[in-house]
């Protein structure tokens, strides 16, 4: 639990978009899920949620792969609602969170768990084939995005592994209906089963057998 104090205090301090709950539920999760297999995150950022999920997945000496492209989704470009001034490189004018991260999985004792993977999410599935113990989506938000990781990521996910999506909103004035609707196609597949939400973070499981 100790290990959780600190880690909570880190990720306080840390740009990013989840709630302390939220992480909280993550870290349990990635802590059960990293018996079974590596686990993998869709969208690092500044590593609020790597935070979490790696310090599970350290508990039993387990991997977390974190993929990110670091140049920000469309939200957090310049003029966007969610820009960050200080991510922004003026050097090449691009949104640049690698840095970011680094510095938080050093301050966290992170760095032996993860594996950092610089890409875009569709890029690091062309050759993927390592079943996985537990897959979180939280990178780009449009439909497709959303859509194409569910499709693409999903289908790594071991029997009694979970899937994961942030910002499930069933009501729409509570925000975006992206990770939501495709939420919703992943429980109609038949291939998972629900459990309880936290805050916005959608979890699923996979059956042993459909
Ligand atoms: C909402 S942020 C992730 C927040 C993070 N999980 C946290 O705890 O703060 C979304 C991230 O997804 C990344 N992203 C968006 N589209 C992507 C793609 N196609 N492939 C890889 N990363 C992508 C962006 O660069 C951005 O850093």
Redesign the pocket.
Known sequence: MKMLTQIERLAER?????EAEEGRRLYRLAREASRLGPCL??????????LYMASGCKENDGILFS???????EE?QPGEPYFDPDLFNPQTKE?D?FGHFRKTLRMGHLEEYVVPVV????LAARAWSTPLGMV?I????SLD?VRQ?FQIWSQHVLPRGYLVF?DIYPDPADGGQAPYLVYQEALASGFFKIHPMTLSLGVLERNQCR
């Not at 840390?14 to 989840?18: A, C, D, V």
């Open positions: 840390t740009k990013g978009f989840l995150e869709i969208g690092s950022y500044c590593g609020k949620s790597t993929i990110d492209h670091h140049r920000g989704s957090q949104v969170t890409c875009t999410s569709f979180f939280d990178g780009g938000h995005m990781d942030h």
